[in-house]
Structures are given as structure tokens and as C-alpha cells.
């Protein structure tokens, strides 16, 4: 189901679970302001999502909320996560699912990452 991005953050979604360790993940990434871990249903060879550790509900209330340090190290982390694993060369792509019509179905903001082959058009097909 999608969510209502314009909702306030609700802290049992299953992200916020990942960040308190009370549900596994497979890290691939952490530090003081973000953490990156594989999706549990990957859409290319490599998918990985990174989140932020504050409580954020999607790309718009982080940019318009969060502080320019939160930000900038959520930024940075996205690019050395992609880095890191040797993305660049090849190319990779970045999506940030915000509310209904984009489908974003976990309320905590997450990029995704994904990788490892052709990636094809933008959008689906109309
Ligand atoms: P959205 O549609 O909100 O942009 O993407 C949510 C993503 O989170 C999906 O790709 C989905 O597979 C992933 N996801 C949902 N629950 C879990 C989980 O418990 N663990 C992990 N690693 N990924 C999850």
C-alpha cells in the first residue's frame, strides 16, 4: 500500500525496526547518519537502499527539516555507498519513492541504488 508522505513519522514502520537492530538487515554501509543495506526484493543485480537515521518520512520533509549536517551526510553517504562498490564506471541509478502516485511504500526516506545491468527507460511505460 502506499503511504501518505504528508503524514507524521511513525516510528513503528519497518525501517525504523532496522535502525533499532530489533529487525536484521544486510548492512553494507553505516555511519553517524546513514545506513545502507541490501532491498529483501532486489530490482537489478545490486539494490541496495540507504536511509537516514533521523526520522524523516520522505524527501520532502528531509529537505524542507532536517539540518544542512543531516543532509549533507545523508548526500555523502548515498555517493560513497555507490562508490564503495564500484558503481561509477558502469553507471548506476537513484530513486526516491515520495507518497501515493510514486508508490512509496516504507515511511522512512530511503534512496535506492540500483545497479548491475542496463536499467532501461526512466519510468514504466504508460
Ligand atoms: P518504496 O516503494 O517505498 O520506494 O520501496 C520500499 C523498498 O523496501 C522495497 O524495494 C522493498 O523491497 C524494501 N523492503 C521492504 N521491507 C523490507 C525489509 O524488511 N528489509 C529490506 N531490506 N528491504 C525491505
Not at 529483501?40 to 524527501?59: D, E, F, T
Amino acid at each position: 500500500m502506499p503511504i501518505d508522505a504528508t503524514k507524521p513519522y511513525d516510528d513503528s514502520n519497518i525501517f525504523a525496526k532496522i535502525l533499532r537492530e530489533e529487525i536484521p538487515c544486510k548492512k553494507v554501509y553505516e555511519d553517524e547518519f546513514a545506513l545502507a543495506f541490501h532491498d529483501i526484493n532486489p530490482q537489478a543485480p545490486h539494490h541496495v537502499l540507504v536511509i537516514p537515521k533521523g526520522r524523516y518520512v520522505s524527501w520532502d520533509d528531509f529537505s524542507a527539516s532536517a539540518p544542512d549536517a543531516e543532509i549533507a551526510g545523508f548526500v555523502r553517504a548515498v555517493g560513497h555507498v555507490a562508490r564503495e562498490a564500484g558503481l561509477v564506471g558502469a553507471g548506476y541509478r537513484l530513486l526516491a519513492n515520495i507518497g501515493m502516485n510514486a508508490h512509496q511504500e516504507v515511511p522512512h526516506l530511503h534512496v535506492h541504488i540500483f545497479a548491475g545491468q542496463q536499467l532501461g527507460p526512466m519510468l514504466a511505460p504508460r
